[in-house]
């Protein structure tokens, strides 16, 4: 239910352009994290902090760990409000 909710919040308070750039957008971070880390998943790269003696490499990492994880729960909601837009649309337009 709380997904649903956010869908509808996303497709209400953003337009389709807005959510296909936030897709995008979402995506190329995960895209760069790959490259940049040479990892595949944000686990993978939490598993590579004890490899690094330096600090700042590790907090970087996890950090990104981190923003990976949490994009990774959003892209599904931000792809069902993108292919559900027209009939949330419709329905709106219909109840008002």
């Known amino acids: 239910m709380a997904s649903y ?4 919040t996303l497709q209400r308070e953003h337009t389709r352009e807005e959510l296909t750039t936030a897709l ?3 995506r190329d971070r995960i895209t760069d994290w790959k490259a940049t880390y040479d990892v595949d998943q944000p686990g993978e790269l939490r598993s590579s902090l004890a490899a690094f003696d330096d600090e700042q490499e590790r907090e970087s990492r996890r950090e990104a760990a981190s923003e990976w994880e949490q994009l990774e729960t959003r892209l599904p909601l ?3 409000a993108l292919r559900e837009y027209d009939w949330a649309t419709e329905r709106e337009t219909i109840t008002a």
């Open 78 to 80: 931000v792809q069902t």
């Open 5 to 8: 909710r956010e869908v509808a």
């Open 24 to 26: 995008e957008s979402m």
